[in-house]
T-cell receptor
Framework: DAGVIQSPRHEVTEMGQEVTLRCKPI?????LFWYRQTMMRGLELLIY????????DSGMPEDRFSAKMPNASFSTLKIQPSEPRDSAVYFC??????????????FGEGSRLTVL | GEDVEQSLFLSVREGDSSVINCTYT??????LYWYKQEPGAGLQLLTY?????DMKQDQRLTVLLNKKDKHLSLRIADTQTGDSAIYFC????????????FGRGTSLIVHP
């Protein structure tokens, strides 16, 4: 089975540019999470969706960040305009309600963003 | 991850045992997890323990849970260079939300 697929794996952009990160969750999973990983802050939950609906976006740093999930197989995280402090690895993860017994999250390989 | 505490680094010699420690704050947490992140990859569930257990063993891995002290540990026997990774402790709170809270991760460095 295919795992969580993220693109791009690496992105280098200049300050002020728009960045769009993409995620395809595992088929059948009804939860989708966006995390950000930095040396300073560790792993931060930005937002999560259940059945394509945003449930908690309290971790989104500011209005420059937005996330959408137009259907069960696709989500985007957009940063506009980007700033150097947004440089991080962004992870998408998915899970399904029936695995609530263990609550395992399945992570993608991440998108490493560098804003110059 | 501010509610789950881990030391940031651990260095061990190949063949020795590694012990990674974690403290959590919610004594009602139902599940506690260890995730492993290899270089350049995402996190992957390594093992988990249910809150009514004290210990869980899986090959070279031993998880110990001390609910009274809210302390979780992961012991890796006969540590290999391939075990070098970041290990994240996470807790799952009780109630409707099953979203785990992650610690900042412990970087395990294994010397030959």
């Amino acid at each position: 089975d295919a795992g969580v697929i993220q693109s791009p794996r690496h992105e280098v952009t200049e300050m002020g540019q728009e960045v769009t990160l993409r995620c395809k969750p595992i088929s059948g999973h009804d939860y989708l999470f966006w995390y950000r990983q930095t040396m300073m802050r560790g792993l931060e939950l930005l937002i999560y969706f259940n059945n394509n609906v945003p449930i908690d976006d309290s971790g989104m740093p500011e209005d420059r960040f937005s996330a959408k999930m137009p259907n069960a197989s696709f989500s985007t995280l957009k940063i506009q305009p980007s700033e150097p402090r947004d440089s991080a690895v962004y992870f998408c993860a998915s899970s399904r309600t029936v695995s609530r017994r263990t609550g395992e999250l399945f992570f993608g390989e991440g998108s490493r963003l560098t804003v110059l | 991850g501010e509610d789950v505490e881990q030391s940031l680094f651990l260095s061990v010699r190949e063949g020795d045992s590694s012990v990674i420690n974690c403290t959590y704050t919610d004594s009602s947490s139902t599940y506690l997890y260890w995730y492993k992140q290899e270089p350049g990859a995402g996190l992957q569930l390594l093992t988990y323990i249910f809150s009514n257990m004290d210990m869980k063993q899986d090959q070279r891995l031993t998880v110990l849970l001390n609910k009274k002290d809210k302390h979780l540990s992961l012991r890796i026997a006969d540590t290999q260079t391939g075990d070098s990774a970041i290990y994240f402790c996470a807790e799952r709170p009780p109630g409707g939300s099953y979203i785990p809270t992650f610690g900042r991760g412990t970087s395990l460095i294994v010397h030959p």
